[in-house]
């Protein structure tokens, strides 16, 4: 089997590093970067410390308007596709590389009106904001998708809500995958300005809807005004509104964006953890850190069921009082595997099998369904 996965963003990074693992193992992978992160920090530093190889292709799409980035990835995209002719193409998550990713490859053709199949990773994930641009990437991507690989019960009742109930499997989530995998390296890795705190809290924050919004941005920095040192590494999109705009409070420190072994080592440390990212969360319920989310919904809301997370919008006072109530700080309640066993990867492979098997196997050629 050939699979062509697409990857362009900081998370698509860390989910695709087990997947590609095990793929690799027993079959042919075209690895293609988007270009949508190139920084150092942003990229290179993923590959690094996940030890994901190096691209095949590097499409170099950079930064831009949502038009503009997904359009160029749309026409890069297209002939990287029909040079290799793949068997399949493999998306993840919900950034403009996933949805162009998912445009491509439902309607090339190659000779005989062959297409590649489609699966998504991480496929049946709501918000039900359709402010978020994450959202619209996601649902396009679901629709368009021949294999849904779904890493929660949750994600499945959404996908069998839109009629695609049919197209989706239950696997587990790959970022259990993952952490797991980088937490047994990485020890060493804590950066050195966390090595002389006893206590600190970890800030991530990077939604356009908090950033590119300067009231919002600044109600989340004055409840971040704490007793405690907070260790913020900051994402470029944020890094840009700061220099520009805003004063942090004395006690957050701001750092560079940190590498995967770097940010597992702070979360395991972390008394707490404030962030608005989706990955993050998940990862602070991992390591049994209580988590501040700085959004009005999330869509990790089993976190939030089961006592670890606590969704705060911009109330400048909620982190405080988070911090503050024993009850939620408590770190001993019960942490059940809600994200799967951590062989989430393996699932995928078997189940990316029985996809190729059915399509190429019965029905030697896949139809294009486009007219
Ligand atoms: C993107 C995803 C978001 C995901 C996040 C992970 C979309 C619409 N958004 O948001 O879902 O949660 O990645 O981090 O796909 N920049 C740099 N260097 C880089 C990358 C970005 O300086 O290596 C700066 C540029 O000024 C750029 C801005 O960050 O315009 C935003 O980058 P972009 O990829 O558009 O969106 P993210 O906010 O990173
Ligand atoms: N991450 C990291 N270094 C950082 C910030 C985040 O390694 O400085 C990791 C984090 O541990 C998680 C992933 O990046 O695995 C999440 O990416 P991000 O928050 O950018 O995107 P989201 O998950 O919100 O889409």
Known sequence: MKVLTVVGARPQFVKAAPVSRALRAAHEEILVHTGQHYDESMSAAFFRDLEIPAPDVNLEVGSGAHGVMTGEMLRRLEPVVLEHEPHGVLVYGDTNSTLAAAVVSSKVAYGGGRRPWLAHVEAGLRSFNRRMPEERNRVVADHLSDLLLAPTDGAMEHLAREGLGDRAELVGDVMVDAHAWAAERADDHLPAVARELDRFVLLTMHRAENVDDPSRLSAILSGLALELPVIFPVHPRTRAVLGATTRLPANVVPIDPVGYLEMVALEAR??????????????????????????????????????????????????????????????????????????????????????????????????????
């Not at 993050?280 to 976190?303: D, N």
């Not at 939620?328 to 595997?337: C, E, G, I, S, V």
């Open 270 to 371: 972390a008394h707490a953890i404030a962030t608005d990212s989706g990955g993050v969360q998940k990862e602070a319920y991992l390591v049994g850190v209580p988590c501040i989310t700085l959004r009005s919904e999330t869509e990790w809301v089993e976190t939030v069921d089961a006592g670890w997370n606590r969704v705060v919008d911009a109330d400048p006072g909620a982190v405080a009082a988070a911090l503050a109530d024993h009850e939620f700080m408590n770190a001993t309640r019960p942490r059940p595997p809600l994200y799967g066993d951590g062989h989430a990867a393996d699932r995928i492979i078997a189940a990316l099998e029985r996809l190729d098997a059915r399509i190429r196997g019965t029905h030697p050629v896949q139809e294009a369904t486009a007219s």
